[in-house]
């Protein structure tokens, strides 16, 4: 069979094996791709997009953390003993038609000590921080757990203060 | 010709079936032939876990991602390592060489234990009075008095730098100074310059001081030689002192920051978990055994040197100094960070080296000499460069190839001599690594190069980056250094004094490093008056002095 490229097929096909062959035993020669990709499929020194997402801690007075209830903000905040908890998570809980949802933007210090969801346990958003010295060591210790519980599922994102310390 | 029609273009016959089969194959070796990256890139796109919470003006707290926001720190390298004394581990009795001794822990701990004796008799050393300063340059004897001081709670005070020397005699003066024969006549003169310090020392010389030396000391000065202080220790019964407690300070580095003096005591825990963190730097299929030997050019008077060589010791390895890693001279001499400082290992008995612990400037000229050395194969070593680099760039390195046996294999043992094949792993440390040298010195020396960031007040890296990492990224001008990559299994860092606008828009957090964690030691002196301590802020953070800039892969980088 004599040698001949006559078909464009042949000619084709012949063409590809050595633009592949050329590939093969000479590889492109640099490491460093011209602009960075931004997924690791499309390369592999990559650089994600965005860096994590923080939430700043900030210092929340009743009055500020009000309208971090569900309903004026999409974002759910609560206090317990002073510490501001994010829990948009918890919507189906904490949300305005969840369970607990007395408790969204507000301190529920009281409470979680007393293990109730009333809405005697708040207080009102004009007064004084709730001291709870009423309270028992077992309640204390009740709220304490709430608040451990609270610290691993969810993300301490503030400090509570009186609403003249700012 | 008559004109074609269709069916014309598109007649085969044979040879389009032939060709058709070699196109599938090359086309199908192409495509499946690529290698498989040493570590996947989506690992690399998640180096370090981040806080979810910040404070305003800093970012967020960043940990190894292997050690996640909720585990604990590794605090130790073994379970059983609680001081300096577990280092030497007693169920590991094969000798390996340290610097040109022969020597196994056992015959360790009996020295060791020998020369604690012989210096609290001959010296007259208190535990928990006296200070005994180490004047010395990298030996065995270094390690043997460190780990005899620490087994009777003196503490020990090393310096980091020669000019520095002066500074401690009068702040801190020590009851006892071990030094080099030949530094001898250079630190009796400083001593009787100091003439107002009516201090008594007592010197114990390591090797043969010189006649002349000997014959200038003074009365007040009693002159004991490292021989006869073994020889006593043995002689007698050896003396018990009660168990350091982990938490005791067991010595003082000082260095100088630019700030002046500043001492960074170092307690058992600190080492214990420095030694955890650099035996964590290497992959686990690579882990440091009895087998490597290691070499370092960082001194041990320094913490991270000093970390270095108890990780040797921890291991079994041998181990030994780099002629630049001699901090303190008879005369001026300018330090080099070159080739033939590599090769002064070579005055040493020990196996071929494995692991190098060594500066930017020794990484740089090993780079440029072994390519140097590659391209006289001028052939050759268009296609093997190229053949690397399209690995590399795939994420995958090897020292096995067929280029290196070719041209890089030869390249390297002229340039390291003999026993260059053996070298498996190289950290660079104590300077910033220009990003331009990264793929270079990975075709060169084909095996994982680790860059990290070292602090005199850490025994450990600061920053490590990943041993599998084979990324290059653009740089923007020559200097810029290489990614230091995330904190350290045990380190926690964040920068501060960063703009809270350009963190919510999404940008690069850029600001001081600070950092915390069970190595980093503890900044002030042993009596807190002359030296200059740091307030610390509350936490326990502390100020490495550098600027920092955090990649959205969690990876750091040093800003110059």
Redesign the interface.
Known sequence: ?S???D????TA??L??LY??Q????????????S?PRE?KS????????????????TYTPKTLEPFNGKDNERILLAINGQVFDVTAGRNFYGPNGMYGNFAGRDASRGMAKQSFDLEMLTPLDQPLDKLQDLTQDEIDNMKGWIEHFTNKY???GRLVENNAL | MASKNVSDYLATDDLTILLGLIAATVFLLQTFNKPQPLVHPILLGRQSDVARVRNPSESAVYRNYGTGLISRFPLRPGKDVHILADFVRSDQDLPRTLWGTKISNSALQDRVAAAGTGLIRLAGLQPGESNVLLFLNDCIEFLISDLALASHSIPSFTLTASNLLSQVLESHPPSTIITNGELLPSLLELIYDGGHNTQKYTIVVVGEPSARAMASVASKIKVLRWEDVEREGNKVEKILSPIPKPQDVFTVSFYDNGNGLQGAQFSHANLTAGVAAINSMFPAAQALSRLDTIVSGHSLSTAYGRAIAYSAIYEGTSFATLASSKLFHVDEATVKHDIADLLSIKKFPIPSPTILFIKPGHLEQLVDAILREAKKSFILNTFAWRHKLAGISEGFVTKDSLWDRLVYDGARARVIGEGAGTVRAVVVGEGPLPATVLTPARVALSCPIINTYTHPLVPAPVLASHPLDLQAFPTSNEKEPAASGPPSVNVEAKVVGVSDEVIEAGGDPEGLLLIRGPPVGRQGGVEESYVDVRKLEDDGWVATGARARIQTNGAFKLLL
């Open positions: 069979m040698f001949s490229l078909t464009p097929i042949n096909l012949f590809f094996i592949s062959v590939r093969i035993v000479f590889p492109s020669a640099s490491a460093t791709p011209k960075t690791f390369g592999y020194s990559w650089m994600p997009k965005a860096h994590p997402p923080t939430v700043l801690f900030k993300i301490v994102c």
